[in-house]
């Protein structure tokens, strides 16, 4: 994932200020060095290292922090304020038009992953129950319609296309008065990208954008071209008045420079960040939250959201119905590991719970993905009847079970033996649960008084 190398050595410094009662102007200098080269190296642009390092040493050494008792947090709060500004401060939602349908032209270079991210944002459109209409207008790249059309189709959002050697701006004309005349709400543009930004590119986005009148105009960049990403930013705003900018591959070995310099450079704010190749995979961006993820101090509300996004409220609400009669079987444990395979790799959710990183380096922490597989495996190869009462798992039924799932009866006998550790873990739960209650109603209870 993005930032893991900042994130790390960032870590790594606050670390050690933080072990230090006092701090002096020497050891800030040292501290802020350290700041400065990782974020070199993270690829951020040399401009905004030099404002941002400007703006944390300036606050730094002012008596706010020579004179606290824990001058090591207020360092970390001060970067923790700084790096969000320098991400943009606020979260840009997407404007909205109030009369017709708001349109929004998707612009940006060749292998951006402009197409597959304009198909993620009628996704995304589609979870707030908005209807969308797709206008295929990237003419010139082979299949680029034909891409479209499957992605619209897989989403079940309709895709407006013309026959070929149509102009752009005539698609682009006719599939909004489509989406005027079906009363949709968003009509989102996919429009044609080049190996790099020239004459003929920008007149055809420009032709569009006047015609078109876009309430969002919003460049597809690719994050791990780092820097470049930044400065394809500024060339596309300069001639076409950016509204917004999607990082994609933000999943990828990127070092983040792009997404710690785009906001600075440009003004132009981040909008959304693609995670993953799947449809499902993008988020909008929340600056504040992006610096805690990078200082290693969780995103929670990013959590909820995911969770809520992903996880089927309905059997979430019947596992814990269970869990409160004291019932914990091996459908529920099923249940339970397929919902959190939906909300993404382990490894980036562990990074959202505050205070993970103090559990040690969070590039060492690995979930073996492909035991969750043969997990799954097994309970699978069990009856109905086994799953529910696993004490009836002799060894005949073991050897069965292990040559149904490809394991070995080993990997069966270690995971009912980790069933039985989790089923009593969970079955107390509701007891545990009875008792905090009391005391919080007790602690009420004493402050009333």
Avoid: W
């Avoid at 840009?92 to 944002?121: C, D, N």
């Avoid at 459109?125 to 619209?152: E, F, H, S, W």
């Avoid at 569009?208 to 876009?214: H, N, V, Y």
Wanted: aromatic letters at 4%; hydrophobic letters at 40%; charged letters at 25%.
């Amino acid at each position: 994932m993005a930032f893991d190398s900042l994130s790390q050595r960032l870590q790594d410094t606050f670390s050690k200020l933080k072990r230090k009662g006092k701090i002096d102007e020497e050891t800030l200098n040292i501290s802020i060095r350290e700041i400065r080269l990782a974020l070199l190296d993270a690829d951020v642009n040399i401009k905004v290292v030099k404002q941002f390092i400007a703006s944390v040493k300036e606050r730094a050494l002012g008596q706010e922090v020579m004179k606290s008792l824990t001058p090591g947090q207020m360092v970390v709060k001060i970067v923790n304020e700084e790096l969000t500004t320098i991400l943009g401060g606020e979260h840009a939602p997407l404007q909205e038009s109030k009369k017709g349908p708001t349109v929004i032209m998707m612009v940006g270079l060749q292998g951006a992953g402009k197409t597959t991210t304009t198909a993620k944002l009628a996704k995304h459109l589609q979870k707030k129950n908005k209807t969308v209409l797709l206008a295929a207008c990237d003419i010139y790249r082979p299949a680029a319609v034909n891409q479209l059309q499957i992605l619209g189709k897989e989403l079940n959002v309709p895709v407006f296309s013309m026959p070929s050697g149509t102009p752009a701006l005539d698609i682009a004309k006719k599939a909004c008065q489509q989406a005027y005349d079906e009363k949709i709400d968003y009509l989102i543009i996919d429009t044609a990208g080049r190996l790099h930004v020239d004459e003929e590119l920008m007149n055809e986005l420009k032709d569009i954008s006047i015609d078109l009148q876009p309430a969002e105009t919003l460049l597809v960049v690719d994050a791990m071209t780092g820097q470049d990403a930044a400065n394809v930013a500024h060339h596309f705003h300069s001639l076409l008045s950016l509204t917004g900018v999607i990082l994609t591959k933000l999943d990828g070995d990127t070092r983040g420079g792009a997404a710690l310099s785009i906001k600075a450079l440009t003004g132009t704010p981040i909008k959304f960040i693609g995670t993953g190749e799947k449809t499902n995979e993008l988020e909008p961006f929340f600056p504040e939250r992006m610096a805690s993820r990078i200082l290693g101090m969780g995103d929670v509300l990013s959590l909820i959201e995911k969770a809520q996004s992903t996880i089927d409220q309905e059997k979430a609400k019947e596992i814990e119905e269970q869990l409160k009669e004291g019932q914990f079987t091996f459908d529920m444990f099923l249940e339970s590991m397929q919902q959190m395979k939906k909300m993404g790799p382990l490894e980036d959710l562990l990074k959202m719970v505050p205070g993970a990183n103090k559990l040690g380096p969070m590039k060492n922490v690995q979930i073996d993905e492909k035991q969750m597989a043969h997990t799954e495996a097994i309970i699978l190869s069990m009856t109905k009847k086994e799953r529910l009462d696993p004490s009836i798992l002799n060894n005949s039924r073991k050897v069965r079970i292990a040559k149904g799932s490809g394991t070995s009866i080993g990997e069966v006998n270690r995971l009912i033996k980790q069933f039985y550790e989790m089923q009593k873990m969970m079955n107390n739960m509701p007891a545990l649960m009875g008792k905090m209650n009391k005391k919080m109603k007790k602690k009420k209870k004493k402050k009333k008084r």
